[in-house]
């Protein structure tokens, strides 16, 4: 969603423990879940969408995915549209410094949420679209997500199209929130372990509480070159629903309803395999009213993509972050591990829109630090 940049984050230190919350999973229920801990350290900033300068940062208005191409790692922000960075680490993207390129034009922004690079070397990236003129008269979009294909790392991208957009006829123009009026986008993706299956994870702005919040769709991988139409939604309890239009029932439904002015809602997952959990880590956002205020960053764990059920209930780890301080996600630190924001271990660095001001650490279960 378009807002603007605001510079100063306040941000206490909050210590959590994601142990022994209820779920369906039964580690979850005997409380034998991961520990995380979160510490202040020095800030790191992403260089943005349309930064003028190093020392002058764009904003990151969504998750920033990452990949290595030999030594060298490649970050994407988007603000409306994509700009790549690239360098030998985290610390110093630095080497080239782009605003992306795609092969055709659309109503509304792109911003590339996530990314995967295939073993021959082809970039799959996913974007989320916010068309305008749906509700006239209003600012209000409903978003969708497309797919998009690059040959030289993602400075210019091939649009394959949209493979998830919500059911028609399902837009709220009388809506009290302040950004949409339906739709399914703010997501994130990961591949299973066999390269088998590719998993959405979307926030979900249409339909009965049981529909919004963060909900699933999967696409087999050996159809990423012709995606559109071959992605499928989760709904009570089966890979059935079309992408394009299905319904869908959220593995996190909403608290209270989007639409309302005071909407209580998770959304914006980013999701990782950890190393060092051996299993799948989901970060998520909290929205307490129409205007989206962050009531905090939240943790969710998983030790198979395949099981919807498997994911614990989330649990707080970072208090408010602040006004539009949104997009946490976990980024590894290890480049001889190739670490990004998919693959992570026990430390990384935790961003929240574009800003590192901690550490994190995933521990085992009776493990410290």
């Given at each position: 969603m378009q807002t603007p940049i605001r510079l100063a984050i306040v941000v206490p230190l909050v210590l959590w423990?994601?142990?022994?919350?209820?779920?369906?999973?039964?580690?979850?229920?005997?409380?034998?879940?991961?520990?995380?801990?979160?510490?202040?350290?020095?800030?790191?900033?992403?260089?943005?969408?349309?930064?003028p300068s190093p020392d002058k940062p764009g904003d990151t208005d969504c998750n920033s995915p990452a990949h290595w191409d030999g030594d060298t790692l490649y970050v994407f922000n988007s603000a409306g549209h994509p700009w790549r960075s690239a360098g030998p680490n985290l610390f110093q993207l630095t080497n080239d410094y782009r605003r992306v390129e795609y092969d055709n034009k659309v109503n509304g922004g792109r911003w590339i949420e996530c990314t995967w690079r295939a073993s021959d070397g082809t970039l799959y990236g996913w974007y989320h679209n916010e068309p305008g003129g749906l509700c006239p008269g209003?600012?209000?979009?409903?978003?969708?997500?497309?797919?998009?294909?690059?040959?030289?790392?993602?400075?210019?991208?091939?649009?394959?199209?949209?493979?998830?957009?919500?059911?028609?006829?399902?837009?709220?123009?009388?809506?009290?929130?302040?950004?949409?009026?339906?739709?399914?986008?703010?997501?994130?993706i990961m591949l299973d372990a066999r390269q088998q299956w590719l998993y959405f994870f979307i926030s979900t702005y249409t339909g009965g509480l049981d529909s919004q919040g963060v909900s699933l769709a999967r696409m087999k991988w050996g159809d990423r070159d012709a995606p559109v139409g071959r992605v499928w939604?989760?709904?009570?309890?089966?890979?059935?629903?079309?992408?394009?239009?299905?319904?869908?029932?959220?593995?996190?439904?909403?608290?209270?309803?989007?639409?309302?002015a005071d909407a209580d809602a998770f959304w914006g997952p980013s999701v990782h395999w950890n190393s060092?959990?051996?299993?799948?880590?989901?970060?998520?956002?909290?929205?307490?009213?129409?205007?989206?205020?962050?009531?905090?960053v939240y943790v969710s764990f998983n030790r198979d993509l395949a099981n919807p059920h498997g994911w614990s209930a989330p649990n707080k780890i970072l208090a408010s972050t602040g006004k539009d301080r949104w997009y946490?996600?976990?980024?590894?630190?290890?480049?001889?591990?190739?670490?990004?924001?998919?693959?992570?271990?026990?430390?990384?660095?935790?961003?929240v829109r574009g800003m590192s001001r901690w550490e994190v650490f995933f521990l085992r279960p009776g493990e410290t630090e």
């Open positions: 423990a994601a142990t022994g919350c209820q779920s369906l999973d039964t580690a979850t229920r005997e409380g034998r879940l991961p520990t995380v801990v979160v510490r202040d350290a020095p800030p790191l900033h992403f260089r943005g969408a349309n930064s209003t600012r209000l979009t409903a978003p969708k997500i497309g797919a998009v294909r690059s040959r030289d790392n993602g400075a210019n991208w091939e649009d394959l199209g949209i493979v998830l957009e919500a059911p028609p006829n399902t837009l709220r123009c009388d809506t009290k929130n302040f950004y949409f009026a339906g739709g399914n986008g703010d997501f994130c939604k989760f709904y009570q309890e089966a890979w059935t629903e079309p992408g394009l239009g299905g319904a869908i029932t959220a593995i996190f439904p909403g608290m209270i309803d989007w639409h309302r060092h959990l051996r299993q799948y880590v989901m970060l998520l956002n909290r929205a307490i009213d129409k205007d989206w205020q962050q009531e905090g946490p996600q976990v980024l590894g630190l290890d480049a001889a591990q190739r670490e990004t924001d998919k693959l992570a271990g026990k430390r990384a660095r935790l961003f």
